[in-house]
């Protein structure tokens, strides 16, 4: 009997050991993982930092940190409703985790950022993982339990790695946060480290001028919001920043729109976000603007960044932010071979869709200095070719009709 006695509280110790240590690791996961995409939670992302910072010092290790951020993640929340957001950020979460390895520390350093500790890893290691993550996250199909339609986004990397100078761990922090900034005025979906801001060259982007225009954009107070536009486009034209080209697509727009019915307030923004459609231009070399000749590589891919320079600039102004998802927007296709996000079909916003047959049309149908302009049947002829595949459609052939007299 006292063997069997024994035996009952050693089984008993064992279990209530067992069940210590169960509880003991779930608080640990509650107070080390971030509740929604169970990645580590910004407290231990600094914890981890920390450790790993004075242990790859110590030893002359190698040690990489990555910082992203989804980008233009608030316009995934106003299109789609914060569930689709919060599935998108559960799997970039996932993504995360099977691109890196186990003894990686991938964290949620809040809201759409995220963030990894690379122990062991060169810089020129790190940045190869990072364009792995960022190519893969726009090969990515987004798509919620409960949407019928998939959802495409691309994030920006800032990258940083340990060297001499580098003295506390905040400042490794501070290096791919600088890293993560240059690659969001890159125009984002780019990776970049805190040593990669460009020299000045004829094709970078006039961060000056790009500047100025934010800042004259903030100058606009609560006073004239109910005025916002007419001072927008009086500033613009007093610049020569404000062209024939915006002005027809703002009104053929805005006719399109009125034709499928769209609610007044929304005719509104799609016809100050046809005026301000090419706003991104304006940091963008002439030379590259105006070229008669076929544009490089690298001239073509800086001029696609147009639409995100865009909406970066009229994001900055609280009452221009509706008008910024059309204007980043305007060049996808509804085949979803268009940029910046290649979006497809309705994923594209119906301002953006309706803004991209009339830029298309003004653009055929006016001289180019590429090219000049094409006859209207022509460009009927164009726009036929495009319908479902560039462009919506419905709106398109709705268009055809409206540009005929239908």
């Given at each position: 009997l006292?063997k ?9 110790v064992?279990r ?9 690791q779930?608080?640990k ?9 169970q ?7 600094y914890?981890m930092v920390?450790?790993e910072?004075e ?24 299109t789609y ?5 919060d599935f998108?950020?559960v ?5 995360i985790?099977?691109?890196t390895?186990t003894?990686d520390?991938?964290?949620?350093y809040?809201?759409?950022?995220f963030?990894v500790?690379?122990p ?6 790190s940045?190869?993982l ?23 986004v ?5 990258v940083?790695?340990l060297?001499?100078?580098?003295t506390?761990?905040?400042?490794l ?8 900034y240059?690659?969001?005025?890159r ?11 460009p ?12 500047s100025e225009l934010?800042?004259?954009i ?7 919001k109910?005025?916002y ?9 007093g610049?020569n920043?404000?062209?024939?080209h915006?002005l027809k697509?703002s009104f053929l727009a805005s006719?399109?729109?009125e034709r499928l019915?769209v609610p007044?307030a ?17 940091v963008?070399d002439e030379?590259i603007?105006f ?5 490089t590589?690298?001239?073509f891919?800086?001029l696609?960044?147009?639409p ?6 009229l994001?900055?102004a609280?009452f221009?932010?509706q008008?910024?998802?059309m ?5 996808e296709?509804?085949d979803?071979?268009?940029?910046p ?5 309705t994923?594209i ?5 309706i ?13 180019q200095p590429?090219r000049?302009?094409l ?7 164009e ?7 560039q462009?919506d459609?419905d709106?398109?052939?709705l268009?055809i009709e409206?540009v005929?007299?239908?």
């Amino acid at each position: 009997l006292e063997k069997m006695a024994k035996q009952k509280n050693s089984s008993l110790v064992k279990r209530l050991r067992q069940e210590l240590e169960e509880t003991s690791q779930k608080l640990k996961e509650v107070t080390t993982k971030d509740g929604l995409t169970q990645l580590y939670n910004h407290r231990h992302f600094y914890e981890m930092v920390s450790h790993e910072f004075e242990r790859c010092r110590r030893y002359h290790h190698p040690l990489s940190l990555l910082m992203m951020d989804v980008d233009y993640f608030k316009s995934v929340n106003d299109t789609y409703g914060h569930q689709a957001g919060d599935f998108v950020l559960v799997r970039m979460g996932e993504l995360i985790r099977q691109s890196t390895r186990t003894v990686d520390c991938a964290a949620r350093y809040g809201g759409d950022e995220f963030a990894v500790i690379l122990p062991e890893t060169t810089l020129s290691q790190s940045i190869t993982l990072a364009n792995r993550i960022r190519k893969r996250v726009e090969e990515e199909v987004f798509l919620p339990p409960s949407g019928k339609v998939g959802i495409h986004v691309t994030v920006s990397i800032g990258v940083a790695s340990l060297a001499e100078t580098v003295t506390t761990s905040d400042e490794l922090i501070t290096m791919a946060d600088k890293g993560l900034y240059e690659a969001k005025k890159r125009g984002r979906a780019t990776v970049c480290t805190h040593k990669d801001i460009p020299p000045e060259s004829p094709l970078a982007v006039n961060a000056p001028r790009l500047s100025e225009l934010i800042a004259k954009i903030h100058e606009i107070t609560e006073e004239v919001k109910k005025g916002y536009l007419d001072t927008i486009i009086s500033s613009l034209q007093g610049q020569n920043l404000l062209n024939e080209h915006s002005l027809k697509v703002s009104f053929l727009a805005s006719q399109l729109a009125e034709r499928l019915q769209v609610p007044e307030a929304d005719i509104a923004r799609i016809r100050a976000a046809g005026l301000l459609h090419d706003l991104g231009k304006v940091v963008i070399d002439e030379k590259i603007l105006f070229k008669k000749g076929k544009l490089t590589s690298q001239e073509f891919q800086l001029l696609q960044r147009h639409p995100n320079l865009g909406a970066q600039i009229l994001q900055q102004a609280k009452f221009t932010e509706q008008e910024a998802p059309m204007v980043l927007h305007h060049h996808e296709r509804y085949d979803g071979y268009g940029y910046p996000s290649r979006l497809k079909g309705t994923e594209i916003p119906v301002g953006a869709r309706i803004l991209g047959i009339a830029e298309a049309w003004d653009t055929m149908t006016n001289d180019q200095p590429y090219r000049p302009a094409l006859s209207m049947e022509k460009a009927l002829e164009e726009l036929h070719r495009g319908v479902g595949t560039q462009f919506d459609p419905d709106f398109a052939k709705l268009f055809i009709e409206m540009v005929q007299g239908a």
